[in-house]
């Protein structure tokens, strides 16, 4: 008799809202469903019912869970229900059977309507749609249970709805979440809910009913606290600063629980091959790939493993992270990749290489190492030629002599940048323009010319104090990081260590160098090179085409340059590539280029068609001949196509 | 009036500390994470100043103005506090007035408080090129962010009149955004989002000026009727039974136009789509492992799939080691301008049209069984890492499918067509391993043909046991999810003992070698492209010239005479979709035609100018090398239509 009268108090309250959330639930089924029907290759029509599972049924079990418990405990009339001779529990727990009975009948209509939907192609057994039955019911209990026990927790329902919510998202996305290990989310999977007709999901669905069962305890328990006094006390509005407090408590929760999570560890990547040469202490290993080239991958691994020995021994450095080269046999001899997530990681072809070529690589693999060493603070502009700088020196020189060839075209390279661009002894303030200017090979040389310069002028020890100072401490990747490296100013502690003003050290270096350029190795490389400068322009056509055009002109120069192009046995190489519309360090590949006879006061290189207005592009003028190992960087320039 | 505002402000004072608490949360991380001085520009706006837009952050930034307009009416009305503000000498226009200024000034502070962090943040990068700032970026965005909350706020005050209600019509309203998103290509200026959409000429930021101005009326438009119904809105306490009752018809009238609005988009959407044969004249037949449904008229090709089912499925079960084969239901019903085939999980669904010979049918069921092989044999895991081995997945389906059902001349078309796209786009294996990347460089058709000859790299490399041993590994146990693309690739190779780095050298040997077979003849390249915009026909015209690959190798070379030897039989455009992210959409194709004879034979591409709004696009242009052969598409590139000047 009671429950019968309660059981029509909320019927009559709430029929009309029932019967029109109802029709309005079917209605948009249906709708989905003959969507679905149409659209090409959907794969099914319980694809919708998973999609409402997903969308509106959790929108619908709030509805009905603001209707039936939230506005009656707001409100304060469940005080007069409670007031019946009928205890505290009898009518939560109808109100907790009308709403899950509600919804579990919507959710069975809406299996039943996509049944009905299914075709021949489905393969329709009573079986299948019994299975999607429980699995749909399964979900439609846990939404109900979560809605009914944030219902009792009166206006911080808000707040909880939004951290699960969070909490949702979080498991759904967040990486190195697994959600298959999570029981709702495993039963919801996208692939098995509607296409696993064979396996019966038993664990999914018990962790489901767990959740389900935990959250509708909670809600009856926190109904009989305090014999409903904290039900009482939760329905009373929260202030502003329960809402703050919440919501900053949540996100800290949810932060500490992401990093947390971002502890998972894995083992370092390996070689599994046979064709790998591993050398122990330091560790390097090199995949040669084929038997013919064992000898010379044999060769390098231990001439790294070397290098790497004796730079440890003279810097004091405590580890030192993994090495591996692989070969690749197609590549040009200086087109090296390079990538530090896991240890140094190179990718090169050093087969036809020289000396000259070797130490390049070399040079390559001991900036990966150093840079691991800081943590990558090494690759910071104003410590950057120290890093450069440091690790071509101890290539060249660091633990052998210097060979004479070498030092002809690292100094003439060296000589050649600072014609064009004095400013480029700024070396501290202008780092990423100087390589942007004249590439990795003409910065690289700067940076080594100041290092010899140091050597031979202060002795060895004052290198070694330089690159003590930038590359051995790994800096933490945080403001405290930063905090702690830039105290003491950049030029404070290179003038520290170099033991000398910055203005004095790159007046002498400059001095040095240009004493340099009489040297006759020096000055047959510097004559070889042609005295050219580049020119761009952009330009439409009368037609509509948008042209980039480049051409050359002669340049005053100091050094003794070729200046008869005829002579010039090299080749003039334009390559460009899009850039973002902000600027960071760009190193242009080889794979978008232009390569051309050199002429003067003539278009050479026309790129007809690749850009258009608005475009931001990268443009370099490269020379390219076989006297210099690397080509020479005559122009660069950051466009804006007009 | 500033004193009311200034008393909004005050009451405003929790949601600002929230707000300010989120602030220093997402500074905090920043600053235990991250080496402040080492921030870029590019970094800092990674993810929110990407040409087009990014729903993501433009969500955070509507949850934010939302909040905000739920705190400003509801409570005060729930409270009766209004009344102590109706009761000063002020209009109600003056307290709305005020109140909506408060929270859009709040919502403005909290902006220029965050930006001026980073501004300074920024600041402390002492790079040359790493450091530089961009002032009108900058400060173009502060503007636009402060004016979409305004918009956003607008929406939020009328919202929050309907209390719940309003918060489910404005998903309704995005459900129906994503819908657009997905079956239009563009919800257009209907789209929020459309709002912080980013265009660029050079550095310099281009809004949307005009999605912009008629948002800002809308909302203005949006704070008056807002105004209206809170104005007239008396308190919880004393609301009287008239109120109540209009109140509630408003709100069922919005909950069901709301379904009703939701309706009719469902019904236009199936109006226009393309349908499936119908289900009256569908046949059943099976094998061991095979449930088909098919349309009786396709009896024959049917019969030819069905007799060699089983033992294709046997001959894959065999090259992946599977040690329990799936049962299958395969639907070859469907009907699609997009795809041959689909398989998701144990069914695959096929379209019959999609190929004329019988053979590449069952080719193409065998290609999808190899994706049901794939799913089962790695529990699903290979699909979690989707975008790394997207390449690998299509590729392995389609070796395995051509190693059981050779279709040699097919599979020889398509890798030569794959070497030319590799040796002229400079195609890597670290492009692979990227499909977004890929897609938005490359012919993302490609991942098929590049992914075949990959794989068969990796089977002449580490064996054909490799291919399911994969699949195996990247369901393990102790697999690590969620790694980067390169790392996944190392690691998973590492478990089944193949090389990575071997397998990529053969790859490469092979592109080479293949390379060198094909005839450049059939594979010119587009050159001298014009793009005009076309008032009248409302179209955008993008007219090239054809010319042979090795033409214009060096400027020596003079382009203009030079005609192409092989003319390709069919020509097309792709212009790149201009979603705002909320729901994938596929890139819109145009046929061209030729024009002109000899030297002054053009191929002219009409795009509807709805498909590009704005001025800059991508597209990227295709034909066929041979009347068979797939499209060959060249590299991505961006275009320029003139502004239109609104008239025919």
């Given at each position: 008799m009671v429950v019968s009268s309660l059981l029509g108090k909320d019927f009559r309250e709430h029929r009309l809202a029932a019967v029109l959330l109802a029709a309005g639930t079917l209605a948009m089924t249906m709708l989905m469903l003959a969507w679905n029907r149409q659209?090409?290759?959907?794969?099914?029509?319980f694809e919708i019912v998973r999609f409402a599972l997903l969308s509106f049924l959790p929108l619908i079990a709030l509805i009905t869970g603001n209707r039936l418990i939230v506005r009656e405990y707001l409100s304060g009339t469940r005080q007069f229900v409670e007031a019946l001779p009928m205890g505290r529990n009898l009518p939560l727990l109808l109100k907790y059977l009308t709403g899950l009975l509600y919804l579990c009948v919507l959710a069975i209509m809406m299996v039943a309507l996509a049944a009905q939907q299914a075709g021949v192609t489905d393969d329709l057994t009573t079986d299948y749609v019994v299975l999607i039955m429980i699995k749909t019911l399964v979900m439609t209990s846990l939404y109900w249970s979560v809605v009914f026990c944030f219902s009792?927790?009166?206006?911080l329902r808000i707040a909880l709805y939004l951290l699960g919510a969070a909490l949702v998202a979080l498991i759904a996305w967040y990486p190195g979440i697994d959600p298959d290990r999570v029981a709702p989310f495993a039963l919801m999977d996208d692939q098995l809910f509607v296409f696993e007709r064979d396996l019966i999901p038993w664990r999914a669905m018990q962790g489901t009913l767990l959740i389900a069962g935990l959250f509708t305890l909670a809600g009856f328990t926190l109904s009989r606290i305090g014999e409903g006094s904290l039900v009482e006390r939760l329905a009373k509005p929260m202030t502003r600063r329960d809402y703050v407090a919440l919501g900053v408590l949540a996100a800290s929760g949810l932060t500490v629980w992401s990093t947390l999570l971002e502890q998972k560890t894995r083992p370092p990547v390996e070689f599994s091959s046979e064709y790998v040469v591993r050398l122990q202490d330091p560790a390097v290993s090199v995949l040669y790939l084929e038997d013919q080239y064992e000898v010379d991958g044999r060769k390098l691994a231990e001439r790294i493993s070397e290098s790497m020995r004796s730079l440890q021994a003279s810097l004091g450095l405590v580890a030192l992270p993994d090495v591996k080269l692989v070969l690749d046999p197609e590549r040009e001899p200086h087109e090296i990749d390079y990538a530090t997530a896991d240890g140094v990681f190179i990718t090169a072809n050093w087969l036809p290489h020289d000396s000259y070529d070797d130490a390049i690589l070399d040079t390559v693999i001991l900036h990966g190492v150093l840079s691991a060493q800081t943590a990558g603070r090494a690759m910071f502009e104003p410590y950057h030629w120290v890093l450069d700088g440091f690790t071509r020196w101890w290539v060249e020189q660091g633990a052998s002599p210097l060979r004479d060839e070498h030092r002809s075209e690292l100094l003439a390279r060296a000589l050649w940048v600072m014609d064009i661009?004095?400013?480029?002894?700024q070396l501290i303030d202008r780092w990423q323009l100087i390589a942007d200017r004249f590439a990795y090979p003409g910065a690289e040389s700067l940076a080594w010319s100041a290092m010899t310069f140091l050597e031979e002028s202060r002795g060895r020890e004052r290198v070694l104090a330089l690159a003590s100072e930038f590359l051995l401490s790994p800096l933490p990747d945080s403001i405290f990081g930063t905090i702690q490296d830039r105290r003491i100013d950049a030029t404070q502690r290179v003038e520290s260590a170099l033991d000398m003003s910055l203005a004095s050290f790159y007046e002498q270096w400059q001095a040095w160098l240009h004493e340099q350029q009489q040297a006759p190795g020096v000055q047959a490389m510097l004559s070889s090179i042609p005295a050219l400068q580049g020119r761009l322009a952009s330009r439409s056509t009368p037609d509509g085409v948008q042209e980039l055009e480049a051409s050359y002109e002669w340049r005053e120069s100091r050094l003794g340059l070729l200046t008869d192009i005829e002579a010039a046995d090299g080749r003039c190489v334009l390559k460009h590539d899009y850039i973002g519309p902000f600027d960071t360090e760009i190193e242009v590949s080889n794979d978008y280029e232009d390569e051309a006879t050199c002429r003067v006061g003539e278009t050479v290189h026309v790129l007809n068609s690749l850009y258009s207005p608005g475009d931001r592009v990268y443009v370099a003028l490269d020379y390219e001949d076989s006297v210099f190992h690397q080509p020479l960087r005559l122009h660069a320039e950051r466009m804006s196509i007009p | 009036m500033i004193s009311l505002i200034a008393k909004e402000l005050r009451q405003l004072r929790p949601i600002a500390w929230l707000w300010l608490a989120v602030l220093v949360l997402g500074y905090g991380m920043q600053f235990l994470t991250e080496r402040v001085d080492e921030q870029t520009f590019g970094s800092w706006c990674e993810g929110y100043c990407e040409y087009s837009s990014n729903a993501a952050v433009a969500v955070f930034l509507v949850l934010l103005a939302l909040v905000t307009a739920y705190s400003l009416f509801p409570r005060e009305h729930d409270e009766a506090t209004i009344d102590f503000l109706r009761a000063l000498p002020v209009s109600r226009a003056a307290v709305f007035t005020a109140k909506v200024l408060a929270a859009w000034l709040l919502l403005c502070a909290i902006n220029l408080l965050s930006y001026g962090l980073d501004r300074a943040l920024l600041a402390s990068n002492p790079e040359s090129i790493g450091g530089l700032f961009y002032e009108q970026v900058w400060f173009t965005l502060l503007w636009r962010d402060c004016l979409f909350m305004f918009i956003v706020l607008a929406h939020g005050v009328l919202l929050s009149w309907f209390r719940t209600l309003g918060l489910i019509l404005y998903s309704l309203y995005l459900i129906g955004l994503m819908w657009a998103e997905s079956a239009l290509g563009s919800a257009g200026n209907w789209s929020i989002f459309a709002l912080l959409s980013n265009q660029y000429e050079g550095s310099h930021l281009v809004v949307n000026s005009s999605g912009l101005i008629i948002h800002t009326l809308v909302a203005v438009l949006v704070l008056l009727v807002a105004y209206r119904l809170w104005s007239r809105t008396e308190t919880g306490g004393g609301s009287s039974r008239r109120s109540r009752r209009g109140l509630k018809i408003v709100n069922g009238f919005f909950a069901v136009a709301g379904f009703i609005v939701l309706g009719l988009v469902m019904i236009y959407r199936i109006g226009v789509d393309t349908g499936t044969a119908p289900s009256d004249d569908l046949t059943v037949t099976a094998t061991d492992h095979y449930r088909f449904v098919y349309p009786a008229r396709r009896e024959s090709v049917v019969q030819y799939i069905v007799e060699h089912a089983e033992t294709d499925l046997e001959a894959l079960g065999e090259i992946l080691g599977v040690d329990e084969l799936p049962n299958i239901r395969v639907d070859l019903s469907a009907s699609s301008e997009h795809a041959a085939g689909l398989a998701k999980w144990k069914k695959i669904q096929m379209d019959?049209?999609?190929?004329?010979e019988d053979i590449s049918q069952r080719r193409v069921l065998s290609h999808e069984t190899t994706h049901v092989l794939q799913a089962t044999e790695s529990d699903r895991a290979l699909a979690e890492n989707y975008s790394a081995a997207k390449f690998f997945i299509e590729g392995m389906a389609q070796y395995t499918s051509f190693a059981i059902v050779p279709e040699v001349e097919r599979r020889r078309s398509n890798w030569e067509l794959a070497s030319v796209a590799w040796q002229?786009?400079?195609?890597r294996f670290d492009d692979l391993i990227d499909a977004a990347a890929f897609s938005s460089r490359f012919d993302a058709e490609l991942h098929y043909s590049l992914g075949d000859l990959w794989t068969r790299a990796m089977v002449n490399t580490c064996g054909l046991s490799s291919l399911g041993d994969f699949l195996r590994a990247t369901g393990r146990e102790e697999a690590v999810r969620d790694l980067p693309a390169a790392i996944f690739w190392r690691d998973t190779m590492r478990a089944i003992d193949c090389d990575l780095d071997t397998v990529n050298a053969t790859w490469r040997q092979q592109m080479a070698e293949l390379y060198e077979e094909v005839d450049i003849a059939q594979y010119p390249e587009f050159t001298d492209i014009v793009i005009q915009r076309d008032e009248q026909a409302q179209q955008i015209r993008i007219s090239a010239r054809l010319v042979d690959a090795d033409a214009d190798a060096d400027a020596d070379a003079d382009a203009d005479g030079n005609t192409v030897s092989v003319l390709p039989e069919r020509f097309i455009v792709r212009i790149a979709g201009i979603s705002t992210q909320l729901s994938g959409g596929v890139d819109p194709v145009f046929r061209g035609q030729t024009r002109g004879e000899g030297a002054e034979q053009r191929i002219e591409f009409l795009v509807p100018d709805y498909a590009i709004p704005g001025t800059r696009f991508r597209y990227q242009l295709g034909f066929t090398p041979s009347a068979d052969a797939r499209y060959y598409y060249e590299s991505w590139r961006r275009g320029t239509a003139p502004a239109s000047t609104g008239q025919p």
């Open positions: 659209a090409p290759y959907s794969m099914s029509p009792l927790c009166g206006h661009d004095p400013e480029a002894q | 019959l049209d999609a190929f004329r002229r786009q400079s195609i």
